[in-house]
Nanobody, 116 residues
Framework: EVQLVESGGGLVQPGGSLRLSCAASGFTSSAYTMGWFRQAPGKERDFVATISWYGGSTTYVDSVKGRFTISRDDAKNTMYLQMNSLKPEDTAVYSC?????????WGQGTQVTVSS
């Protein structure tokens, strides 16, 4: 059974940092491109970042470039999102995602709140 479990969210002041983790099980994460998405209150879920199956290629939404870094540790079947210089507009539920075949799998999400 494919499972994705996020952790690492919380409350942080503007300018602060958090590192999110996405622990994968039920599949070999190294074989798939994985991504992070976020959903702010009252808004649709938006793409944040992806990392290729071999880890050599990453993409980011413009609003997080230079502040967020996506990475993966395939030995641990875990993907990360290092978030620096956080802004109030980064407040959202962050979820990780993988597409296997024709099906998308999602974690339950972790809340990130940026507020003073």
């Amino acid at each position: 059974e494919v499972q994705l479990v996020e952790s690492g969210g919380g409350l942080v002041q503007p300018g602060g940092s958090l590192r999110l983790s996405c622990a994968a099980s039920g599949f070999t994460s190294s074989a798939y491109t994985m991504g992070w998405f976020r959903q702010a209150p009252g808004k649709e879920r938006d793409f944040v970042a992806t990392i290729s199956w071999y880890g050599g290629s990453t993409t980011y939404v413009d609003s997080v470039k230079g502040r967020f870094t996506i990475s993966r540790d395939d030995a641990k079947n875990t993907m990360y999102l290092q978030m620096n210089s956080l802004k109030p507009e980064d407040t959202a539920v962050y979820s990780c995602n993988v597409k296997i075949g024709l099906k998308y799998f999602w974690g339950q999400g972790t809340q990130v709140t940026v507020s003073s």
